[in-house]
């Protein structure tokens, strides 16, 4: 079997009410009708249920208070994209970067506790880039691969405290439990063509996770 979607679950972030929303096109009406009941994305992801394929949204009630997205065909519009927000709307910071069919998707939110950001966008996993800014306090809260370009937001004032990542030819169930047991939790994961990035965190609001590998989504389990 070849799982097309790996979902993670975790007790203790500072999230409630969820839900899960999976549409064949970009879903801005349920974005728009989640953020009208007081909901906001958490998490965003585009891939095959069967035969289709789907965007799959997860909405949840938060400690944001604001939240806009912006849809761009590429890593120059992004990075404008990013730096119009990061001067016209005060208080936002990156809490989400996805990408699907062909789009990046730039998620930003207020209320985040981040304190300060920086987005590296490169041809290659920006692994010693990564390494400095660690050394300066700013840790991964988000990543996502296109294909040809990766593109990685680290923020300073999130819950995390430590990070490390591996780069693993495949998704190794037995060492993502074994970090586990020693706090290490996996909070970012990227597949790429031939291998899989996993970051692996400590973060005191987190107290347990667990992980399905599905070859459709679960409605039903989740």
């Not at 016209?88 to 998707?105: C, D, L, M, Q, R």
């Not at 400095?132 to 999130?158: D, R």
């Amino acid at each position: 079997t070849n799982p097309q979607w790996r979902f993670l679950y975790t007790k203790g972030e500072k999230l409630g009410i969820q839900r899960r929303v999976a549409e064949k096109e970009f879903p801005a009406a349920a974005i728009k009708k989640a953020w009208d009941e007081g909901f906001y994305v958490s998490d965003m992801s585009y891939g095959s249920n069967g035969s289709e394929k789907y965007w799959v949204m997860v909405v949840s009630k938060n400690t944001y208070t604001g939240q806009l997205y912006k849809l761009r065909d590429n890593t120059g519009e992004l990075k404008t994209a990013i730096e119009d927000m990061q001067k016209t709307e005060p208080g936002y910071y990156i809490s989400h970067i996805a990408f699907g069919n062909n789009k990046w998707v730039l998620v930003g939110s207020k209320g985040t506790g981040y304190t300060n950001q920086t987005t590296i966008i490169s041809d290659y996993f920006p692994e010693e880039n990564i390494k400095e800014n660690w050394k300066s306090l700013y840790q991964i809260t988000s990543m996502a691969y296109s294909g040809s370009k990766w593109v990685v937001v680290m923020s300073k004032g999130s819950s995390v405290t430590k990070q490390h990542f591996h780069t693993w030819d495949w998704w190794d169930m037995d060492e993502i439990e074994t970090e586990a047991l020693d706090y290490n939790y996996l909070t970012e994961a990227v597949k790429t063509p031939d291998k899989w990035y996993m970051v692996f965190s400590e973060d005191d609001d987190i107290n347990s996770q667990d992980i399905e590998n599905t070859e459709t989504i679960p409605d039903k389990q989740i």
